[in-house]
T-cell receptor
Framework: DQQVKQNSPSLSVQEGRISILNCDYTNSMFDYFLWYKKYPAEGPTFLISISSIKDKNEDGRFTVFLNKSAKHLSLHIVPSQPGDSAVYFCAGRGSGAQKLVFGQGTRLTINP | KAGVTQTPRYLIKTRGQQVTLSCSPISGHRSVSWYQQTPGQGLQFLFEYFSETQRNKGNFPGRFSGRQFSNSRSEMNVSTLELGDSALYLC?????????????FGSGTRLTVV
């Protein structure tokens, strides 16, 4: 039962353009969504989050959008930089602070 | 400050053997969670410990077990290894239980079962 899905295993974007990473979920009880970034040979690091009562959260070059009716969220990175090349995981947190449920991850490659 | 330390970094084991992985959290962090990362499944939750007690458990068979010591260090054990157990095992520590914004992951232990 994959409650959080990232249907694009990989994404390639030119430096300076916008990167859009997508995530779908099935559990309507999630109260927070989080994005983590992972470089090879390192553990994931927290990037940005959004509460289920909001539809947008912005932090510098990173913006997360949440569409509750579609059970869909997306991470926008503008402008994309070579250092953004990594695997990105989205995760949902069940209400009552249950464990995080992660998606499969999307490998983002930024081309010079 | 020192990060989350996982040992060993790499392991090769044979089917049927057992393995123990170790995780030392950031000093002062009392919660440790374990995740399994595989290419097709992403990060799947194994278990979470706080104050030496398992507080939450994922949908893994009983061959997967863990414990936490009084100094918050945690170990994970997998018995009767199967080929499908080959994965990157990540632990994450946080100051308090389920403090996901303070989640710090280790670099992981890559287990290969042959």
């Amino acid at each position: 039962d994959q409650q959080v899905k990232q249907n694009s295993p990989s994404l390639s974007v030119q430096e300076g353009r916008i990167s859009i990473l997508n995530c779908d979920y099935t559990n309507s009880m999630f109260d927070y969504f989080l994005w983590y970034k992972k470089y090879p040979a390192e553990g994931p690091t927290f990037l940005i989050s959004i509460s289920s009562i909001k539809d947008k959260n912005e932090d510098g070059r990173f913006t997360v959008f949440l569409n509750k009716s579609a059970k869909h969220l997306s991470l926008h990175i503008v402008p994309s930089q070579p250092g953004d090349s990594a695997v990105y995981f989205c995760a949902g947190r069940g209400s009552g602070a249950q464990k995080l449920v992660f998606g499969q991850g999307t490998r983002l490659t930024i081309n010079p | 400050k020192a990060g989350v330390t996982q040992t060993p970094r790499y392991l090769i084991k044979t089917r049927g053997q057992q393995v123990t992985l170790s995780c030392s959290p950031i000093s002062g962090h009392r919660s440790v969670s374990w995740y399994q990362q595989t290419p097709g499944q992403g990060l799947q939750f194994l278990f979470e410990y706080f104050s030496e007690t398992q507080r939450n458990k994922g949908n893994f068979p009983g061959r997967f077990s863990g414990r936490q010591f009084s100094n918050s260090r945690s170990e994970m054990n997998v018995s009767t290894l199967e080929l499908g157990d080959s994965a990157l095992y990540l632990c994450a520590s946080s100051l308090v239980l389920r403090d996901y914004y303070g989640y710090t992951f280790g670099s992981g232990t890559r287990l290969t079962v042959v």
